[in-house]
């Protein structure tokens, strides 16, 4: 089970894109409904896009601009998203089960925060690593680290992830030893 994140970039790119080219098709339509002063002149534009070559550089730099914004909106659609639930081992029954991202990071950060002499936690994780960036009132910092890592390896352990990530723990004491 790999559920990944919806292609929400190119989606609001599109909708933006989409909603500005409509509010301009409505605002230049009631304009020549209204016909008093309109502020953008239809014929006038009308007459320029008449004008204009296929040949001219206008035209080439627009189709390389419309170009451009179409690649980058498939490169968004096509590039996967951070995956949202995490897989877990199985067994052989063939059924798949998995732990949300943030209920992962929630759980190693809790765990993390009730070794003793911990103050504060940041828990970064990746595809194939977790850092543990711990913060302590204490002056010295001797075991905590080991306690650390010991603590984030129990919760690893009892989760069953599929792929388990390397744990590192980084200590910093908030006092100075002086």
Do not use: H, Y
């Not at 301009?24 to 009308?46: C, E, G, H, K, Y």
């Not at 730099?61 to 498939?74: E, H, N, R, T, Y």
């Not at 194939?128 to 984030?152: C, F, I, S, Y």
Request: glycine share 8%; aromatic share 2%.
């Amino acid at each position: 089970m790999k559920r990944r994140s919806r292609r929400s970039l190119a989606a609001a790119l599109t909708a933006i894109g989409l909603f500005a080219l409509c509010a301009f098709a409505v605002t230049v339509s009631v304009q020549v409904l209204m016909d008093p002063r309109r502020w953008s002149d239809v014929d006038n534009a009308i007459g320029v896009l008449n004008s204009v070559r296929w040949g001219d550089l206008v035209v080439l730099a627009a189709a390389v601009g419309v170009g451009v914004v179409g690649l980058i909106l498939l490169l968004a659609a096509l590039v996967p998203g951070r995956l949202v639930v995490v897989p877990l081992a199985s067994d052989d029954t063939g059924i798949t089960a998995g732990v949300g991202r943030r209920s992962l990071g929630s759980a190693l950060r809790r765990t993390a925060l009730a070794v003793d002499g911990v103050s504060t936690v940041r828990i970064k994780r990746r595809r194939r690593k977790v850092v543990a960036a711990v913060r302590t009132t204490r002056t010295t910092t001797d075991g905590l680290a080991d306690a650390e890592q010991t603590a984030v390896d129990r919760v690893l352990d009892e989760i069953d992830l599929q792929r388990r990530p390397v744990v590192s723990v980084k200590v910093k004491s908030v006092r100075s030893s002086a």
